[in-house]
C-alpha cells in the first residue's frame, strides 16, 4: 500500500526539479495549436523516464503508465500545454522569451504537475494496479479547443478510462488550499460577430446616410434583454460585447459598416441553442427597422464543465485526506469556461482548483501573471494521489 506520507516524501524531494521544469516552460511559451517545442520538451522528459507516449492532434501527448501489481481499470490525467497572446511583464529571470506571448494561465504549472506525477507514478509502479493515461493537451485556449480534436482523434479510447482528473491554478487561493466544485462549474462559452451596414457619409448630412454607428448602440442594448427578459431566471447566462469598430469613419465621417463581437455564456443547451436564435432574430429585426443590414455569425464553442457528483464527492475526500479539510475550499460556479469541459460531457470527470496565490498578481490572462511556486509541491503530490486513491 502506498502512503499519502510516502506520495508526499517524493513530490518535496522532486520540487526544485519540478521548478526548473516550470521555469522552462514558462520562458518558452508557445500560442495554441503552435506548441512544437513545447511537445518536444514534454516527449523528451518522457523519454528520460522511459514512459511510452504517442503524438496526438499533431503537438498532443498521450503518456500510457501500467501499474505492475496487476491490471485495472484506467483512469486519465489531463494537463494543457498552451500559452497566450500577452506580452509579459515581469522582473523575474525566468520570464518568457517569446515575445508576445506568456504563460498568464498556467498551463506551464498543469503541464510541470503532471509530469512530476508520472515521474512518481513510475517509480511507485511496483506497488499499484491499472493504467493511467497521461494527457498533455494543445490549444486549451483558442477554438474548436484542443480537447475536442483529441477527442476526435480517439484519446479515449485504447484503453478508455473510466474517469478524468484535470487541475488549474486558482490565483485567489494560497498555496496550500484546493478549490472543489461539484456539479455545474464552468459556463458554455460561444463567440458572437455581427457586421453592421448602413449608408455612410458625411458627418454633416446624416438625414442622407444610414449610420451604422446609431444602429449600433441601440443593437447592444437592445440585446441585453435576451438575458435580462428571455433567459430562464434560474439558469446564469452572460452576454458580454468587448469589441466595436468600423470601417472607415472619422470625426465628420458616417462609415458604412460596424462590427460588433462579443460572448454568450451559459449553463443549459437547450437555452443556449434557443438564446442563439434570439440573438439573430433580434439583430436582424432591429437593423432592418432602422434601415441597416445586420450579418450575424455565432461560432459555437466549448460546452458548459459539469463535475460529476460521485467523482467529485469521493474526490473532495482524497483532498481533504491529502492537504487536510481547513485546506479545502468550496467553490461557487463561474462563468469562465474551460474546453476540459469536452471530456466531462462524454464521461465522469473532475476539474479541481489549486493554488497559487502572489500579492503582486491581479488574475489570470494578466500580463503580470506568475504564482507561488510552493504549490507545485501540492500540485505533483495531490495529482499522484487523486490517481491512486481512485485505482485502488
Known amino acids: 500500500m502506498i502512503t499519502k506520507q510516502k506520495v508526499q516524501e517524493l513530490a518535496k524531494k522532486y520540487f526544485s526539479e519540478n521548478i526548473k521544469i516550470r521555469r522552462h516552460l514558462h520562458q518558452y511559451p508557445e500560442l495554441s495549436f503552435e506548441e512544437y517545442k513545447t511537445a518536444t520538451y514534454i516527449r523528451n522528459r518522457l523519454d528520460d523516464l522511459g514512459v511510452s507516449y504517442e503524438s496526438i492532434g499533431n ?32 522582473d523575474m529571470d525566468y520570464k518568457s ?68 482528473f484535470g487541475q488549474h491554478v486558482e490565483p485567489p487561493l494560497p498555496a496550500g488550499k484546493i478549490g472543489v466544485k461539484s456539479g455545474l462549474f464552468m459556463a458554455s462559452a460561444d463567440e458572437i460577430y455581427m457586421t453592421i451596414t448602413g449608408k455612410g457619409g458625411h458627418g454633416a448630412q446624416p438625414h442622407r446616410c444610414i449610420d451604422p454607428i446609431v444602429v449600433s448602440a441601440h443593437l447592444i442594448t437592445a440585446l441585453q434583454q435576451i438575458v435580462s427578459r428571455q433567459a430562464p431566471p434560474l439558469i446564469p447566462s452572460v452576454l458580454t460585447f468587448g469589441k466595436i469598430f468600423s470601417h472607415g469613419g472619422a470625426t465628420n465621417v458616417i462609415p458604412d459598416k460596424v462590427e460588433i463581437h462579443g460572448t454568450f455564456r451559459t449553463f443549459d443547451e437547450k437555452w443556449r441553442a434557443r438564446a442563439h436564435q434570439e440573438i439573430e432574430r433580434l439583430a436582424w429585426q432591429l437593423c432592418k427597422s432602422m434601415g441597416a443590414y445586420c450579418e450575424v ?6 460546452p458548459f464543465l459539469k463535475n460529476n457528483e460521485a467523482l467529485t464527492n469521493r474526490t473532495r475526500q482524497h483532498i481533504a485526506d491529502y492537504v487536510g479539510e481547513e485546506n479545502v475550499v468550496d467553490l461557487p460556479a463561474r462563468m469562465g469556461a474551460e474546453d476540459f469541459a469536452y471530456y466531462s460531457q462524454e464521461m465522469p470527470a473532475c476539474l479541481y482548483r489549486l493554488g497559487t496565490y502572489l500579492p503582486q498578481v491581479s488574475g489570470l490572462h494578466k500580463p503580470n501573471f506568475d504564482v507561488d511556486e510552493k504549490a507545485l509541491e501540492i500540485g505533483v503530490g495531490l495529482m499522484t494521489w487523486l490517481a491512486l486513491q481512485e485505482l485502488a
Open 297 to 302: 455569425n455565432i461560432v459555437k464553442g466549448y
Open 59 to 90: 503537438t498532443g501527448t498521450v503518456a500510457l503508465l501500467q501499474g505492475k501489481k496487476g491490471s485495472g481499470k484506467t483512469i486519465a490525467l489531463r494537463a494543457d500545454i498552451d500559452a497566450l497572446p500577452i506580452q509579459e511583464v515581469s
Open 97 to 164: 522569451k517569446n515575445e508576445g506571448v506568456m504563460h498568464a494561465c498556467g498551463h506551464d504549472v498543469h503541464t510541470t504537475s503532471l509530469l512530476g506525477t508520472i515521474k512518481i507514478l513510475e517509480e511507485l509502479k511496483e506497488d499499484w494496479a491499472g493504467t493511467i493515461k497521461c494527457i498533455f493537451q494543445p490549444g486549451e485556449e483558442k477554438l474548436p479547443g484542443g480537447a475536442s480534436i483529441l477527442i476526435k482523434e480517439g484519446v479515449l479510447k485504447n484503453p478508455e478510462p473510466a474517469l478524468m
